[in-house]
Structure formats: C-alpha cells, structure tokens
C-alpha cells in the first residue's frame, strides 16, 4: 500500500523564502569598452566614476587564489584617483555620487537572521574592511521609509584565505521590510589606506547562524525534538540564560520571551507544525542557536 508523507517530504524540500540575493557569487558581469572596467551584474560600484577619474576599483578575478568558489569573484581595492582615497565598494543600491549617498535596493519580502558571505581581505596596515546590510519599509501611512533591521561587520585580516563572515540582523520592528541595501567594501571610515583589498564570494542570507554556539557546547541541554507542547531547556553548567526568541523558516519572528533561569519551559503549542530556530541569549552574551520540528 503506497503511504504519503506529505509533512516531512514538505520539510525535506522547503528552503528559506528569502529574496535570493542577485549574482551572489559574482560569476556575471558586463565590460564597458571605454573606459575600461567591468561591473558585476546587480551590483552598483564607482567604476564608471573613478575610470574616468585615474582607474578601476573594483574587478573581476578568476586567480585561484583569489576565488572562493565558481570562476569569478569580487575584488574591491582602495585607490589613490585624482580626486583622493577612494575605496572599491560594491552595493546593490544605487550610488548618488553628487548626494555621497548610496540608496534603496533589492526587494525583500522575509526577516532572515543572519547576513554572511565568504571575504579574503589583504589590508595595508591596520586597515578594515566592513559590510552593512540594512532592511526597510515603506510606511504608508506616515509617507515615510522606517528602518526595521541592521546588520554589520569589520572584516580584519583573513592571511590571505577566505573565511565566512557573517552578522546576525538585529531588528528594531516587528514589520516585515521590503527592501535590502547591502554596501561592502575594504577601507575604514576615518583612514582608508591606499591597497587595502577586500575579495568577496557567496555572500548569502540565512536563517540558521553557523557562528552561534551549540546548546551542549555551552551546557544547555534542550528536548523533546520534535515537540508538540512545549521546549524544556535545562542547564548542566550552571549557565544562566536571559531571554530566548523563536524563528520560522522564512525567517519570520514568531515567538519571544525572558528566561532568568537556569531551567526553563518554552511554550510552543501555538507553532504551526514545522521546522524553527530558537535562538537563546545567556547572561555571559553567549548566542545559542538550536533547530526543532513542531509537530
């Protein structure tokens, strides 16, 4: 007799419902013939301004040593142009060089958790690098954009190989936004140095942050998994824990609350039955992510 699973072959198959992020591993570009550069499709740089102004800085490179995965990646350099330190950002809004402001953005319909990517950053010195993400709304009513998440990172030296940098977004809204401006680029904000280079890869939204730390390998222990009711979380290191948020696939924040124990019962009867994240904070700042099927 043939059985169908339809619950679990939907959780097989679901992903996140996260607006893709454009050309996220840079494999597209288009070459402009004069003056000569290159710019990553769905992506914004300086290049056309600072060509004409003593050279790129932004490139396409396919050095093996310099790609993290596929045939392209990013490379972002600070330059010394007729017009000063210019540094090699890359957004996928749109640069105002008149205004010095970078605006609006991709579309985005969720509230995923974390931002990340894979960089190289080779600086001068010692210079950062940084990414910023910033998600908004447009608030009808008010006629104005409303800010509902942020988040950033300085990137240091990664000794010439890639590392995975990521972010966690902190939300200031419980609105869903929609729209995400992402900038990156190598060189601080008071100093840059002139041949400070940022490489990027694969930058990605997620909503399960590979950098946070395991229930066990802080000494939290959490069940049943699956759970229907209720999560029972339980210390066996005397770690205190303060407050616990719950996420959805789609990265969505459905559930919230203060801890203050070092035991505690989480209610989760009210879950639509699928897979979560919850996501607990400790009195140390540690940030603990763990994965449960509601059923």
């Known amino acids: ?39 990553p499709d769905d992506w914004t740089t300086l290049n056309s301004l600072s060509s004409s102004l003593g050279g790129a800085v932004v490139f396409k490179t396919s050095e093996v040593d310099e790609v993290y995965s596929g045939s392209f990646a990013a490379k972002m350099i600070t330059a010394d142009l007729f017009v000063g330190v210019t540094p090699g950002v890359i957004t996928n809004g749109i640069i105002n060089a008149q205004a010095q402001s970078i605006e609006e953005g991709q579309p985005i319909n969720s509230r995923p958790v974390v931002f990340g990517g894979w960089f190289r950053y080779d600086p001068v010195n010692v210079d950062t690098a940084f990414f910023s993400v910033t998600l908004t709304r447009w608030d009808a009513t008010n006629g104005v954009r409303e800010t509902v998440g942020v988040a950033n990172a300085d990137i240091f030296s990664t000794s010439g190989l890639y590392e995975n940098i990521e972010s966690l977004i902190s939300y200031s809204s419980m609105e869903i936004p929609d729209t995400v401006l992402i900038i990156m680029g190598p ?3 008071i100093e840059p140095q002139v041949g400070s280079t940022l490489f990027a890869d694969d930058v990605y939204f997620s909503n399960s942050p590979a950098g946070l730390e395991t229930p066990e390998s802080i000494g939290l222990s959490v069940y049943p998994n699956p759970a229907s009711e209720e999560l029972r979380i339980t210390s066996t290191s005397n770690v205190e824990m303060q407050s616990y948020v719950i996420y959805s696939l789609d990265g969505k924040r459905v559930s919230q609350g203060r801890l203050n124990a070092s035991s505690a019962i989480v209610d989760v009867k009210s879950l639509t039955n699928g897979q979560y994240n919850l996501v607990i904070m400790t009195s140390e700042n540690d940030m603990v992510n763990h994965k449960f099927l509601k059923f």
Request: charged share 15%; net charge negative; proline share 7%.
């Open 1 to 39: 007799m043939k059985k169908s699973f339809p619950f679990f072959f939907s959780l097989l198959f679901s992903t996140a419902s996260f607006a893709q992020i454009s050309n996220a591993g840079f494999e597209d570009w288009t070459d402009n013939p004069v003056p000569s550069y290159s710019n």
């Open 187 to 189: 060189g601080n904000d």
